[in-house]
């Protein structure tokens, strides 16, 4: 049985027993010394490159494409302040090149094709797979680090071999994909107030 998984409840009350796995896994997350020192290390990480002139490209599948379009918006956008954008995208969007390269190279190719054409040294990759097996996810990364990018992933409990792949690895304390998913996006957002503040505190009007 999953770690996060209450069969009874969930079958009388599938939303409630959900908003109470997902209470538990975030009461844990924000519990966890070790997965907290691992967000403040990607956000000391992304600020450097940012810092740098260097920029942000973010992969997933499925609600983590979701998630990886969020998260750029919010860097390149803004989070809470004014101030300028800061580089990041996600390679979930354009659906030509996606179309193209999945039809020609394979879906496995999806994202690498992608890093390999716009990564350059010191950029930094955000890798988001609950699973942490994803072919596309891993090929991604290993192109990534072929070509010198930072690489960081975000997974869940039965992901953590994506750590030998990856400089920074997160790990939501689940293994519930849907909630590991909502940990990925709070602790996101977490970051994204670090990369803010401190830009801002440095930068403030650059
Ligand atoms: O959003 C969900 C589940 O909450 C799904 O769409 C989920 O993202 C898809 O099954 C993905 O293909 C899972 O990929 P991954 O996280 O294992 O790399
Ligand atoms: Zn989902």
Do not use: W
Not at 46 to 62: D, E, F, Q, S, T
Not at 85 to 111: H, M, P, R
Not at 171 to 193: K, N, R, S, Y
């Amino acid at each position: 049985m999953s770690q996060d998984s209450n069969d009874s409840r969930d079958s009388k009350d599938p939303i409630g027993a959900h908003l109470g796995r997902s209470l538990a896994a975030l009461e844990r997350a924000a519990r966890d010394a070790g997965l907290l020192a691992a967000a403040r290390a990607i956000a000391a990480a992304m600020i450097a490159a940012l810092r740098a002139g260097n920029k942000l490209m973010i992969v997933g599948n499925g609600g983590s494409a979701a998630d990886a379009q969020h998260i750029a918006a919010e860097i390149i956008g803004r989070y809470k302040q004014d101030r300028p954008g800061y580089a990041a995208l996600a390679l979930t969007t354009d659906t030509s090149a996606l179309t193209a390269i999945a039809n020609d190279y394979g879906f496995e190719q999806v994202f690498a094709r992608q890093v390999e054409g716009l990564g350059r040294r010191g950029d930094v990759l955000l890798a988001l797979s609950t699973s942490g097996r994803s072919p596309n996810i891993l090929a991604a990364l290993r192109k990534a680090r072929e070509i010198g990018l930072v690489t960081i992933g975000f997974t869940g409990l039965k992901g953590e071999t994506l750590g030998a792949l990856c400089d920074h690895l997160l790990v939501a304390p689940t293994d519930d994909t849907p909630v590991v998913q909502q940990i990925h996006l709070a602790v996101a957002h977490g970051i994204c107030d670090e990369i803010e503040r401190t830009m801002m505190r440095e930068a403030p009007r650059k």
